[in-house]
């Protein structure tokens, strides 16, 4: 890693996104949780990394995501911001299938391990997961791009890989979820324990199960091919104003 120029901005993609940036050098950052790779990139004169969450061609489902060398692997190449993306199905209705959202709390369904601290006990503030001042650049891009952007949203992480049933969705909705996704909490959760910022922007790509007669990937990409360029303008100017901050 020596000599590698450090980037304060990451972006991590989800489904959908990998292929919307040119992807730069790939970097092999090792971590005592397992090697990660990541892809230096620019965008309209931007310098950051890309962590394709999946893997660039998409082959690695979301309970094998190694979250613990994902998040270890950005703080270890000095990142401090980090936006995320996810395709996630819309529970309440307040996100419509299609649109772009921006997550402000979580619950958590997953039975993932979630935690960097097992040798020590260790409680980490989680009143406000995301961070408030990456929130507001997502926010400015967005009127900036001239784009629709629902806030306020609560994600309800499961771990996956199979959709929910329609009576998890009822009961998910009862407690407040807005949208339902397999790799959120994860992430945010780990980057909050090694203080790095996080913001989550959301696609619904689907009204989820129950809501509509059945919930199929094939719907998932071909919503997020449509949403994609207009994702894709609000993170490079997010990722440009993040750079200024």
């Known amino acids: 890693m020596s000599g590698m120029a450090r980037a304060a901005v990451a972006l991590i993609t989800g489904s959908g996104m990998n292929d919307r940036f040119r992807v730069g050098d790939r970097v092999l950052v090792r971590t005592e949780f397992g090697p990660v790779t ?12 890309l962590l394709p969450r999946h893997g660039l061609r998409h082959t690695l489902p ?3 995501i190694n979250f613990r060398a994902n998040l270890k692997a950005l703080e270890s190449v000095g990142v401090g911001s ?5 395709a996630v199905g819309s529970i309440s209705g307040k ?5 772009i959202g921006l997550v402000d709390q979580f619950i958590d369904f997953s039975s993932r391990h979630l935690t960097y601290f097992d040798s020590r006990p260790a409680h980490v503030d989680m ?19 001239g784009q629709k952007m629902t806030r306020g ?3 309800v992480s499961v771990d996956g890989p199979r959709y929910e049933t329609a009576a998890e969705i009822r009961a998910f909705r009862l407690l407040g979820g ?9 992430e945010v959760i780990l980057a909050r324990e090694l203080g790095i910022a996080y913001a989550s922007v959301v696609v619904a790509t689907n009204m989820a199960a129950g809501l509509q007669p ?3 990937h094939d719907e998932v990409e071909d919503v997020m091919d449509r949403a994609g360029p207009r994702l894709k303008h609000i993170l490079e100017l997010s990722l440009k104003a993040a750079n200024r901050i």
Do not use: I, N, W
């Not at 990541?38 to 990394?49: A, V």
């Not at 980090?82 to 996810?86: K, L, P, Q």
């Not at 001042?133 to 967005?142: F, N």
């Open 82 to 86: 980090v936006f995320a993306t996810s």
């Open 127 to 145: 009143t406000t997961p995301y961070d408030k001042a990456l929130q507001r650049v997502v926010l400015g891009a967005a009127r900036e791009a």
């Open 95 to 99: 996100l419509r299938v299609g649109e």
């Open 153 to 155: 949203l609560v994600y």
């Open 62 to 64: 979301p309970h094998m």
């Open 178 to 186: 807005d949208v339902v996704g397999m790799t959120g909490a994860p």
């Open 38 to 49: 990541l892809y230096r990139c620019t965008t309209h004169g931007e310098d950051f990394f």
């Open 214 to 216: 059945k919930v199929s």
